[in-house]
């Protein structure tokens, strides 16, 4: 994701490396903070789960022109996340009980 945020508005090879990263910042943030949290929830660390919605909150701000369907669609993506990251069972995982059924 972050090769096609870089490369995609380049338009030609006359564009400087520097300006590829104009207006990139979100979207970088974003991808880093799904990885991010996606290692964490790997590992069982708190912080993962809070990484990957605030990489939902993040990808859909760099859109420029910002859509009801977009909103909607990260909203609801938002939420079921946020329902399945923060559950009891999960909430037992992340916080290692280990005689979770």
């Known amino acids: 994701m972050v090769f096609v945020g870089l490369y995609a508005d380049s338009g030609s090879s006359a564009v400087s490396w520097f300006h590829r990263f104009r207006g ?3 979207f ?10 996606g290692v964490g929830v790997l590992k069982g660390l708190r ?14 701000l760099d859109i420029s022109v910002i859509r009801a369907a977009v909103i909607i669609s990260y909203g609801l993506l ?24």
């Open 24 to 26: 990139a910042g979100l």
């Open 28 to 37: 970088i943030g974003g991808t880093v903070a799904a990885l991010a949290g």
């Open 78 to 101: 938002l939420v079921m996340c946020g329902y399945f990251l923060f559950r009891p069972k999960a909430n037992a995982y992340f916080n290692g009980d280990q005689g979770m059924t």
């Open 47 to 60: 912080c993962g789960r809070w990484s990957i919605l605030a990489s939902l909150v993040l990808l859909p």
